[in-house]
């Protein structure tokens, strides 16, 4: 009897299935944005550190900022908080960055 | 899309000024380079030519509907190596089973459910109603909890989205259904002892792991994980032994209609040792909401029917009622409120924003008594239990929607097996003696 309990249990682990694929569909993205041309340099540009918002987010940006003065004072800071939160939209922040700024440094954790 | 991120030292948050600035002048947690020169290179480096004309990853590209055919044991195997199980076993989705499966609703297998992704503005997989018959295969389901699976699919919110916080989801059936597939709403209903509750908490686990793309490391970065992810806290509301309106109803269904509601939050607190005799539920309850820190002012309660039959009997008339008096009476000091990271991150900004009551409450003293939980309509009550003790449940959770499961139901009758698969009944001391000896 044992031996046929074994024999049977090894054909059931022979025995192949065709079984479903359970992933979903990665949804197609409309549009892919190439990045922004890259500075040649950042000696007399303006460049924006962003704090999106997480906790301890911005204190560390003004450490960022005060390194810039201190080894790269010809680039100009601005230390900016995000409005809302950060999972939120600002437009206005977006424009003033486009206008104002040659660059931007996000600050994206805590 | 590709981004340029430098990543410093962890954790950020709490951290003086002079770590900060070790941060700063020390080297990217990753690359191991100087963290400025990287910055620095991110600013100014050329872009590549991917970087330029970006192209979809490679997991963006059309997949097989069946996979290799291999035997159980490596086929058990593969689900798990390949990261698309909760590590415990599953049901293999054989042709056959996902046919039977798919007999639980007269929708057409290729019919889109929704999209899922669990990191926020993801990128999102879409599913049919056969990818969800095949994660319910897999979870153990039968036929007859379909039309539940699908309502929480059709949702498109995973049980745990990703967030180093470690989310937990909840589920919540009320209506007819619940006696149908014969769900437990009443002893130890959120206990592993009911198919139904089981095997629907643990579809959504296995949808969110594969409909909405949850690969540890990668798109979830949950600090500590969460164990209520196994099973999402997935039960039915006691309906016939609550004194108040169920909880579809209080969001606009009709009695008569099966619904499915979900939450999402972190904490809970059992109320063991506070039953309502020498505090009252109201009052116990404020203290636990106090050990939260209030984020968006939710709080749910998941009560057994003597703690509502109790409140009731003190004059709290409905669940609202109760959310008035929580609203009214959870009260903590604005230093309190303003210490919590979270707190400071997302109501700070709206405090600035002049927003109220964050702007008022930010400029009060740090000992000054607020209410944070300040919209009752966002304290939720849910009737579930077995009336073995007038105990319950504080929860951070808030609820997010609800979805029908009668659109989901077969033409006719609800698919059900010749014999259903029903584990024992809960039923507590049904000759008087509780088992002891006379």
């Known amino acids: 009897m044992a031996q046929t309990i074994t024999s049977s249990r090894s054909t059931l682990h022979r025995a192949l299935q065709t079984v479903f694929d359970p992933l979903g569909t990665p949804v197609e993205t409309k549009k892919y944005i190439s990045m922004a041309p890259r500075l040649d340099t950042l000696e007399g540009k303006t460049i924006y550190l962003v704090d999106v918002g997480f906790a301890g987010g911005y204190e560390f940006l003004e450490q960022l900022r005060d390194w810039f003065a201190r080894r790269m004072p010809q680039t100009r800071t601005v230390l900016k908080r995000k409005p809302g939160n950060m999972f939120m939209d600002s437009p206005d922040l977006w424009e003033e960055i486009k206008r104002e700024a040659h660059g931007v440094i996000f600050g994206v954790g805590g | ?438």
């Not at chain 2, 100014?44 to 291999?70: F, G, M």
């Not at chain 2, 979830?220 to 997935?234: D, E, I």
């Open chain 2, 1 to 438: 899309m590709p981004l340029r991120f430098s990543f410093t030292p962890y954790p950020v948050v709490g951290m003086p000024a002079s770590r900060l600035r070790e941060y700063v002048e020390g080297n990217d947690r990753v690359t191991g380079s100087p963290l400025a020169s990287e910055i620095i290179h991110a600013l100014t480096k050329s872009l590549t030519s991917e970087e330029q004309k970006p192209v979809p990853r490679p997991s963006a590209a059309p997949r097989t509907r069946l996979l290799e055919a291999d035997t159980e044991e490596n086929l058990q195997r593969l689900f798990i190596e390949k990261g698309w199980t909760d590590g415990l076993p599953i049901v293999l989705p054989t042709e056959d089973r996902v046919a039977e499966m798919l007999e639980g609703t007269s929708h057409a297998p290729d019919e889109i459910v929704g999209q899922m992704a669990v990191a926020h503005r993801g990128e999102y997989t879409s599913y049919t109603v056969e990818k969800v018959a095949i994660n319910a295969v897999m979870a153990g389901a039968r036929p007859e909890h379909l039309p539940v699976i699908l309502a929480i699919a059709s949702t498109g919110n995973p049980a745990f989205p990703s967030s180093t916080t470690s989310f937990a989801g909840m589920a919540i059936v009320n209506g007819p259904i619940r006696g149908e597939i014969a769900m437990n709403a009443g002893l130890g209903a959120l206990s592993p002892f009911n198919f139904a509750n089981s095997v629907i908490g643990r579809a959504w686990t296995l949808m969110t792991i594969n409909l909405g793309n949850a690969r540890l490391g990668d798109t979830l970065l949950a600090s500590t994980g969460h164990n209520l992810n196994y099973n999402n806290m997935c039960c039915a509301e006691n309906e016939e032994a609550s004194v108040w309106e169920p909880f579809h109803a209080q969001k606009g269904f009709s009695r008569d209609e099966s619904i499915v509601s979900v939450f999402r939050g972190w904490s809970v607190i059992n109320s063991m040792g506070a039953a309502n005799s020498i505090r009252p539920a109201t009052e116990e309850t404020a203290i636990m909401l106090k050990a939260f820190p209030a984020l968006h002012s939710v709080a749910t309660l998941i009560m057994d029917p003597l703690v509502a039959k109790g409140l009731k009997d003190q004059g709290f008339q409905t669940k609202q009622d109760v959310a008035r008096w929580l609203s009214e009476n959870t009260k903590v000091p604005a230093g309190q409120y303003w210490g919590a990271d979270v707190i400071y991150a997302f109501n700070r900004p709206l405090a600035r924003a002049g927003v109220e009551p964050y702007a008022t409450w930010a400029n009060l003293p740090a000992d000054t008594l607020i209410a944070p939980y300040n919209d009752p309509k966002l304290i939720n009550i849910v009737v579930v239990g077995g009336e073995s003790n007038p105990l319950w449940l504080t929860t951070d959770f808030r609820y997010v929607t609800s979805a029908s499961v009668d659109k989901w139901r077969p033409a006719g009758r609800l698919k059900r097996d010749a014999r259903p698969i029903r584990m024992p009944a809960g039923v507590a001391c049904s000759d008087g003696l509780c088992g002891i000896p006379s």
